[in-house]
């Protein structure tokens, strides 16, 4: 079950909006080989915005996504696509609701 999780906001360069929701959509084939990531999801939030939650059962799932592919490719291309370094915040699971719950 999901204890942890994390929150990343980005914000695009101008002109860069469909590079990084090209990317943001890619992604989940690389999120699908993460034994450890339990959920995760890619968002839009404005014309410019967007972001990423993920979740996890232990640090150790959590440790190894932020050292993994995604990250890897994201900070990759971050100076050429996003207008700020991404906003990571570390969160605490206190509740869910989930349709196979």
Do not use: C, Y
């Amino acid at each position: 079950m999901e204890k942890i999780g994390l929150l990343a906001l980005l914000e695009a360069r101008a002109g860069k909006e469909s590079a990084v929701q090209e990317l943001l959509e890619s992604a989940v084939t690389l999120a699908l080989r993460e034994e450890g990531t339990i959920s995760w999801f890619a968002f839009r939030v404005g014309p410019n915005t967007f972001g990423i939650f993920d979740t996890f059962a232990d640090e150790d799932g959590r440790s190894a996504h932020l050292n993994g592919d995604i990250a890897k490719t994201l900070l990759a291309r971050a100076e050429e696509l996003l207008a700020s370094p991404p906003q990571i915040q570390m969160v605490d699971i206190l509740a869910r609701k989930s349709s196979t719950t």
